[in-house]
């Protein structure tokens, strides 16, 4: 068993859990003790951050430790929890790569995080050149499908 | 407090943690009960994965919640540990995108995972194009300089 404390936390306009249309929503993530604004020393200097989260607002027995439809929908093929990026997985973790606009002490302003108002921070990370892919990224058809309007 | 359970292991040939070197590591990630093999049904159809994980290996008293000179370099700046990638972090996950060479029951097998044997796997994502970044990456010079043997 591992245990995490939230470094920070969401603060933006969707108050509920939805699917889509996350691209232009911008979240406020504001640091909570023991951290203060020195954890965030230079991060101005990064265009982009990996924020690491927690999905709170799922429910402990709608989480799927085997395979299912994405989104449960039947026209996208059967595949595990681990194939695909749903909230209902093991451990509730959400990654998401999202724009930094402004840092201002203690709190940063964001570009496309796909959380909701009050979502537990658990790491943020700035986003390295050296940690993209190096080749090109395949994937299955359905992703595109799902992909639509998510943004 | 959050309390999380590994869902996987890493096994490679890397016994010791060091900083550099590691394009060429292959690891295999073998599923730990209760996850079996159907949570991964369809992750072949991806090429790469994004691995999220816990140094374990860091002692307590060595995290540091401030700021600090990457790898404690002081030729580079003092920058807060969220500015950097660094395993002395808050939380202390890792997250990293890697190949996927082989998908076999309930382990895969990757490379480029900059874990050492035994690390605890929290979550495995496929990547997916539409969450890489849209627009292109600016970070500072040191990142480049620190990088340089990392692969």
Chains 1, 2 share one sequence.
């Not at 020195?38 to 989480?63: C, M, N, P, W």
């Not at 989104?71 to 973790?93: C, F």
């Not at 943020?124 to 940690?131: A, D, G, Q």
Request: hydrophobic share 40%.
């Amino acid at each position: 068993m591992i245990e995490l404390d939230p470094i920070a936390v969401v603060r933006n306009s969707r108050k509920t859990v939805e699917d889509d249309q996350w691209g232009e929503v911008v979240s406020t993530i504001e640091l909570l003790p023991p951290l203060t604004a020195e954890a965030l020393t230079g991060i101005e200097s990064f265009s982009h951050l990996e924020v690491i989260y927690y999905f709170d607002r799922v429910q402990t027995a709608k989480i799927e430790t085997g395979a299912r439809h994405p989104r449960n929908n039947p026209d996208w093929p059967l595949v595990g929890i681990l194939a695909q990026r749903g909230k209902n997985r093991p451990n509730q973790i959400g990654v998401t790569i999202c724009k930094l606009l402004e840092h201002n002490g203690s709190s940063i302003t964001v570009k496309g995080l796909d959380a909701v108002d009050g979502t537990p921070i658990l790491d943020i990370k700035p986003v390295m050149k050296e940690f993209l892919p190096k080749e090109d990224i395949r994937q299955p058809d359905w992703v595109g499908e799902l992909m639509q309007n998510y943004w």
